[in-house]
């Protein structure tokens, strides 16, 4: 469902992405890790469309993001780590406004936005202004708003930033029942408890180079060097 060949990002002379290659299933759950700086947002703008790669290419769902932008997005949900909410709507009018950019029809657009709004248990809030909303439940919003659509592939951000234990517990259910549906996820994060508990494979980055790219299971011979912890192997690798 995503693949990334040979890509590479420059800003001038600096090189954000460094010749990555990755490919990531249908139905898998895909963690990319990597320290801050370390070419993860940079990444994630390329396959979603707001950043050109300098070369290479990605394709999602069969479409190459860059040849066939339209397709390519289509079959994306969106959850970045500083959700973008207009302000003077409400969380119903932002879903709304979402769901036609998705080309979602009518009483569709209604359906699918109750559907959402019950899973999350956002009906108390959803019908206020966003501004009034927490930093938590902008999270909430911006989640359910990336699933209207019924995307092929989820690419996250940070998904957990703000979420208290029940929201986030309800979010790691939500996204590990949709890898069983076939839905491909691809998560950037600094949780290292969440890719333990979620991820069927994980890649990191570090000065805008794989490092790793494999199964957790595979690191083994790394967690040797150290207590055995999954935060210990990570600092010793990314160091």
């Known amino acids: 469902m995503i693949h990334l060949q040979n890509v590479v990002k420059k800003f001038g002379s600096f090189t954000a992405v460094n010749n990555i290659s990755l490919h990531v299933g249908k139905g898998e ?4 890790l990597g320290p801050n700086g370390a070419g993860k947002t940079t990444t ?3 396959m979603t469309g707001l950043f050109s790669p300098t070369s290479g290419t990605i394709t999602i769902g069969g479409y190459d993001v860059v040849k066939q932008p339209n397709r390519a997005k289509s079959n994306i949900g969106y959850i970045p780590d500083h959700p973008f909410l207009y302000d003077k709507l409400t969380g119903r009018e932002f879903m709304a406004f979402v769901g036609g950019l998705f080309n979602i029809k009518g009483n569709s657009i209604k359906e699918q936005s109750q559907r959402v709004i019950d899973h999350f248990e956002i009906g108390e809030w959803v019908d206020r202004l ?3 909303y927490s930093q938590g439940m902008r999270q909430r919003i911006s989640i359910a708003a990336a699933l209207l659509h019924d995307p092929e592939v989820i690419v996250i951000d940070e998904p957990l930033i703000g979420l208290d234990p029940a929201s986030a517990k309800t979010v790691k259910d939500t996204l590990k029942s949709l890898t069983h549906r076939g839905v491909t996820i691809f998560m950037s ?15 990191i980055i570090k000065d805008g180079k794989i490092i790793y790219y494999d199964t957790l ?8 060097r150290t207590d055995g912890k999954f935060e210990s192997v990570f600092i010793e690798l990314t160091k």
């Open 29 to 32: 759950f895909f963690g990319f």
């Open 44 to 46: 994630i703008k390329m």
């Open 130 to 132: 966003t501004e009034e």
């Open 189 to 203: 994060t600094h949780s290292l408890h969440i890719v333990e508990e979620l991820c069927d494979r994980i890649s």
């Open 217 to 224: 299971d595979k690191l083994d011979t790394f967690r040797e």
